[in-house]
């Protein structure tokens, strides 16, 4: 079992920046960000391979959120820069030990955190 523990949500006006954590308490392969908007489905926003660092964003973010890590603290950071209303979502962390799937689909993830707010006003 791994547990991840989230933080870092926030209000801010749009074009502000946030930082979202993901601390998580065992090893993993791969670790991602998901965000889910009212009445609209989860979707896949990032996803970090901590071994190595290789990351992948979605297409409405890239260049906008740069996602991190921190191997000695087993902890991911998704730095999100000129934010917009669109992105008002809660944000969830997933991660997994074998990550055989691709990586924004939520079936990819064993294991998920509680997730946290960000709202962006216009």
């Known amino acids: 079992q791994v547990y991840l523990v989230e933080s870092g949500g926030g209000s801010v006006p749009a074009g502000g920046s946030l930082t979202l954590s993901c601390a998580a308490s065992?090893?993993?392969?791969?670790m991602s960000w998901f965000r889910q908007a009212p009445g609209k489905e989860r979707e896949g926003v990032a996803v970090?391979?901590?071994?190595?660092?290789?990351?992948r964003y979605t297409d409405s973010v890239k260049g906008r959120f740069t996602f991190s890590r921190d191997s000695a603290k087993n902890t991911v950071y998704l730095q999100m820069n000129s934010l917009k209303p669109e992105d008002t979502a809660m944000y969830y962390c997933?991660?997994?030990?074998?990550?055989?799937?691709?990586?924004?689909?939520?079936?990819?993830?064993?294991?998920w955190g509680q997730g946290t707010q960000v709202t962006v006003s216009p």
């Open positions: 997933a991660a997994d030990r074998l990550c055989g799937g691709l990586w924004y689909q939520q079936n990819t993830y064993a294991y």
């Open positions: 065992g090893y993993t392969i791969c």
């Open positions: 970090i391979y901590p071994g190595d660092g290789t990351t």
